[in-house]
């Protein structure tokens, strides 16, 4: 693994996150008690506009319940489970933290979902599928953290079938540097943001074709004004999986997109025929 893929790898190393949830959902209930995928978005929906932007995103590409849906950079697993229980499609996520895939794991015995949806550790550089596996690939608030850009849309691609959906919601730069820490990176050097523009340049020539391109920065920044607005956060959250300084993580993240020093981008691709 390089140096890149390492330092981002630490950022969310989250030591005991299984544990840590554990004590955390006794809030909801006893051990045995069935949870609803939706009772977990405060903790479990890692971007900006929350449940909303995986709702969102699962529309604009129509998926429905026949189709094998690829979510790259799962987190623990919240978009998953949810596009699964409303979708009823089958869903794997892979990502690069252990800890988070073994909090996955644990999230979806919880809700109830272990045969509709399963997670693996892996790079999202390095896929372990076969050619044309997925209908759909999901990819939420994970660019951000990935350097070798034409690598990952070609590997994306690659496990796609032709004419499948290739959605993103990324956070991007406007060419201004952000302040750190943020809630992908505590420092530049494992943050590597790319504008919109450059993203889609990117991601063409690995052959795909852009049905969907929607600048949500407004969106997002309403989304900040009305959590600033309600007070503390829902307990539990997001601080039990990123530790007690997620706070200062998402308020850095509000005010960029405040000061208009990042922006929120969704888009939804067609993936070409292979010699297009
Ligand atoms: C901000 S979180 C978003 C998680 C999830 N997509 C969500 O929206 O809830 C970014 C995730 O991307 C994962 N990630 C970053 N770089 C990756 C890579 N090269 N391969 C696989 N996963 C990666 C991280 O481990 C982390 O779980």
Not at 121 to 133: K, M, Q, R, T, Y
Request: with cysteine; net charge negative; glycine share 10%.
């Amino acid at each position: 693994m390089n140096d890149a893929l390492e330092g981002v790898r630490n950022h969310y190393r989250a030591t005991g996150l299984t544990e840590r949830l554990k004590a955390a959902l006794t809030a909801f209930g006893p051990e045995d008690q069935r949870l609803d995928p939706r009772q977990l978005a405060a903790l479990d929906q890692f971007h900006t506009i929350g449940l909303a932007a995986t709702d969102e995103l699962t529309k604009l590409v129509g998926i429905t319940a026949d189709m094998s849906v690829l979510d790259v950079g799962s987190g623990v697993g919240g978009p998953a489970r949810f596009v699964a229980a409303t979708r009823g499609c089958k869903v794997t996520g892979v990502d690069l933290s252990e800890p988070f895939v073994e909090a996955a794991r644990y999230l979806t015995e919880r809700t109830g979902q272990v045969g509709q949806v399963s997670f693996q550790v892996a790079s999202a550089l390095e896929l372990p599928f076969g050619d044309g596996a997925f209908d759909a690939v999901l990819m939420q608030h994970v660019a951000m953290n990935i350097e070798d850009r034409a690598r990952l849309y070609r590997e994306i691609r690659r496990v796609l079938k032709e004419g499948g959906r290739f959605a993103i919601f990324d956070v991007v730069s406007n060419g201004v540097e952000p302040h750190y820490p943020v809630p992908w990176a505590r420092t530049a050097a494992t943050s590597f943001l790319l504008t919109a523009a450059a993203t889609r340049e990117a991601i063409e020539p690995a052959g795909f074709r852009t049905l969907v391109w929607r600048d949500d920065t407004e969106t997002a920044k309403a989304w900040v004004a009305r959590l600033r607005a309600s007070g503390p956060p829902p307990s539990p959250n997001l601080g039990v999986v990123m530790g007690p300084d997620f706070a200062e993580l998402a308020a850095n993240l509000g005010r960029n997109l405040l000061e208009g020093r990042l922006g929120i981008l969704t888009a939804v691709f067609e993936a070409a025929p292979a010699s297009a």
